[in-house]
């Protein structure tokens, strides 16, 4: 197999001062004063410290140390005005998008998968960003591409000129045609992708669980371990024996086939890499997200060159289900509520999140059945390993 370098993004956006003609003289206005309170929020902090310095020295006669700074008093302080100063660049951000009309484009984002690996956690959580608008999956490329663009367009939310606008479709990873990357690049220019991949295994488990419940799932009494003999037999024969394009015509006939092909990821992704350079493409572990998707979401947010509204520490587990939720610092409620209570917070919900791997999982995977799964697997996590030169956990 081909290899590759490795697979990290480098962030590339037009800079604000290009962008200030785009700016009302109101909204200019309200840059400065917010400029202005920024300004003043960080020299108060300037002063706290300077103080400190000062009564230290008074009091011991010797040189400051960056340790005396970290009683719990200053820490304190210190994060409360570095939370006022994130509120004040928030509500200066949301004040210029009220003023700014919005218009009706393609996507400049769009996570196209893979299923089941929290692209719905992903969307969800970058949707509380507010230079940031996310929709609900298109289904454009893979269901309506015969209505135009026009259509796309329709899909979409609206959104302003320095806002960025986000597609989360994750069948987009395995769905027809062959070139579907460069009739993307085509149709949206500039946009940049976003992958997130998972252990395969855990995936094909969610998968399965996902589809079993929909109402018309003919396979919906089906046992894990029948389906697995049923269908990745199947899987097996399409990846040994047909062409690429009959692979992703037997998904698009048969969807129950994608709770194994997608996961044969280095099967899918080459034609990803290959379409899109490397500033245009982020590939993130779905199991680091899963663990800590704080850091996860900071990667994004760098990568798309947005500002890092959305910090690893605004991220907590509740501990009722063991699902993600985001501290809502910009609510009003934020300063009364518990920190650890949901109903003030941003979470997942457990009637359509963590079937199979959290506290409220409904499912359980069998030896015997992620013994087979293991197996049809590994060679795939080998490639994709060579591929993206990754050292994640489940590739080893």
């Known amino acids: 197999m081909k290899t590759y370098e490795p697979y990290h993004a480098i962030p590339v956006r037009e800079s604000w001062e290009k962008k200030k003609h785009l700016m009302t003289t109101r909204s200019k206005i309200i840059y ?7 300004v003043l929020l960080y020299r108060m902090l300037v002063n706290i410290r300077k103080s400190d310095n000062v009564n230290n020295r008074e009091t011991e006669q010797q040189p400051l140390h960056r340790s005396e700074f970290n009683n719990q008093e200053d820490t304190e302080r210190i994060n409360e005005l570095a939370l006022e100063i994130r509120k004040a660049e928030r509500s200066r951000l949301e004040m210029l998008i ?13 996570i196209i998968g893979a299923r089941k690996c929290g692209t719905g956690a992903l969307r969800v959580f970058l949707g509380s960003h507010p230079l940031l608008v996310t929709s609900e999956e298109s289904h454009y490329y893979d269901k309506h591409q015969d209505k135009g663009l026009g259509y796309y367009k329709s899909l979409l939310e609206n959104a302003t000129a320095q806002q960025l606008i986000v597609d989360k479709t ?9 070139d579907l990357p460069s009739i993307i690049k085509r149709d949206c220019p500039g946009v940049k992708l976003i992958i997130i991949l998972c252990e395969p295994v855990q995936r094909s488990l969610s998968d399965y669980a996902n589809r079993i419940e929909l109402p018309r799932s003919k396979y919906k009494n089906m046992s894990f371990e029948r389906h697995i003999e049923l269908l990745l037999p199947q ?3 399409l990846l040994n024996d047909d062409a690429f394009e009959d692979v992703l015509l037997a998904v698009k006939k048969n969807a129950h086939l994608t709770t194994y092909l997608t996961g044969a990821y280095s099967y899918f992704l080459p034609r990803w890499v290959n379409a899109f350079p490397k500033d245009r493409l982020l590939i993130l572990n779905g199991e ?37 939720c985001l501290r809502t610092w910009w609510d009003d409620m934020y300063g009364v509520a518990d920190l650890d209570d949901s109903r003030f917070h941003l979470c997942l919900e457990k009637k359509i999140k963590g079937r199979t791997r959290s506290r409220v999982s ?34 080893r």
Do not use: C, H
């Not at 400065?32 to 920024?38: D, M, P």
């Not at 009220?98 to 769009?110: A, C």
């Not at 996590?381 to 990754?390: S, T, Y």
């Open 170 to 178: 994750p069948a987009y990873f395995t769905s027809l045609p062959e």
């Open 32 to 38: 400065i004063v917010s400029v202005a309170l920024l």
């Open 362 to 395: 409904k499912y359980k995977l069998r030896p015997r059945a992620e013994e087979k799964l293991r197996e049809f697997y590994e060679p795939f996590n080998k490639d994709l390993r060579d591929l993206l030169w990754e050292d994640w956990s489940w590739l």
């Open 235 to 237: 899987a097996q024969k």
């Open 288 to 324: 680091s997200f899963l663990k800590d998707p704080g850091l996860t979401i900071v990667s994004i947010q760098e990568f798309l060159a947005v500002p890092v509204m959305l910090q690893r520490r605004d991220f907590f587990t509740n501990r009722a289900t063991g699902l993600s």
């Open 98 to 110: 009220d003023l700014e009309p919005k218009q009706n484009r393609t996507p400049d984002v769009i």
